[in-house]
């Protein structure tokens, strides 16, 4: 089992949809997570951190669920320049900084 | 905000040549950074966690002689591809970690393109 999965996509959706990536993590002690959004040939760029009372930012919405390890990034009213992929990060903590990511998601927003 | 900065963005060689990446956090202090791979579509994956003052830590299947590593400031890591040959050609992309906000944020540098003829 991956230590982060994601379902690759894509996901193309219609502009103005909600769209929602949910991403699962095997390790029960992990500390810290994120979302990254990655564009075509640019290195990743922090979208939201992920906190254990969920968080939002304007159009984006994340959420943490430890019982069943996993968290879920929500999109409302989708804009066309929200296509790109979507990483699912997650840092297993016990002293490290390391980061664990996911393959991404990648998403298409159509006119 | 912090920004983390790479030299060369690209680089085209011949084999055996030895390239060298730069990463430097611009505006903060890092005591840790990584250096990251990626190959087309595909994930980021880590090669090692380089450390201010001691030695990088590279992870199982990196071969840390031939990925040198310095750390020799706060603010500044070097990534060496020693005779790099064409299965090296990759996106190569190092973060820094700005500690105390309690996440441990890590922020991208643009990366570097390398392509071994």
């Known amino acids: 089992r991956k230590e982060v999965e994601q379902d690759p996509g894509p996901f193309n959706v219609p502009e103005g949809a909600t769209v929602a990536f949910n991403c699962t993590y095997s390790n029960s002690a992990s500390q810290s997570f994120f979302w990254y959004r990655q564009d075509c040939r640019k290195e990743p760029k922090l979208l939201m951190s992920?906190?254990?009372s969920g968080n939002e930012d304007g159009r984006f919405t994340a959420q943490l669920n430890r019982a069943s390890q996993y968290i879920s990034l929500l999109i409302r009213d989708s804009k066309l320049s929200d296509s790109a992929t979507y990483l699912c990060v997650v840092n297993p903590g016990a002293g490290t900084y390391k980061y664990i990511f996911g393959t991404g998601t990648r998403l298409k927003v159509l006119a | 905000g912090a920004v983390v900065s790479q030299h060369p963005s690209w680089v085209i060689c011949k084999s055996g040549t030895s390239v060298k990446i730069e990463c430097r956090s611009l505006?903060?202090?890092?005591?840790?950074m990584f250096w990251y791979r990626q190959f087309p579509k595909q994930s980021l994956m880590l090669m090692a966690t380089?450390?201010?003052?001691?030695?990088?830590?590279?992870e199982q299947g990196v071969e840390k002689d031939k990925f040198l590593i310095n750390h020799a400031s706060l603010t500044l890591s070097t990534l060496t591809v020693t005779s790099a040959h064409p299965e090296d050609s990759s996106f190569y992309i190092c973060?820094?970690?700005?500690?105390?906000?309690?996440?441990?944020?890590?922020?991208f540098g643009p990366g570097t393109r390398l392509l071994v003829l």
């Open positions: 992920v906190y254990s």
């Open positions: 380089s450390n201010e003052g001691s030695k990088a830590t590279y």
């Open positions: 505006d903060f202090q890092a005591t840790t």
């Open positions: 973060s820094a970690t700005r500690t105390g906000t309690g996440y441990e944020t890590q922020y």
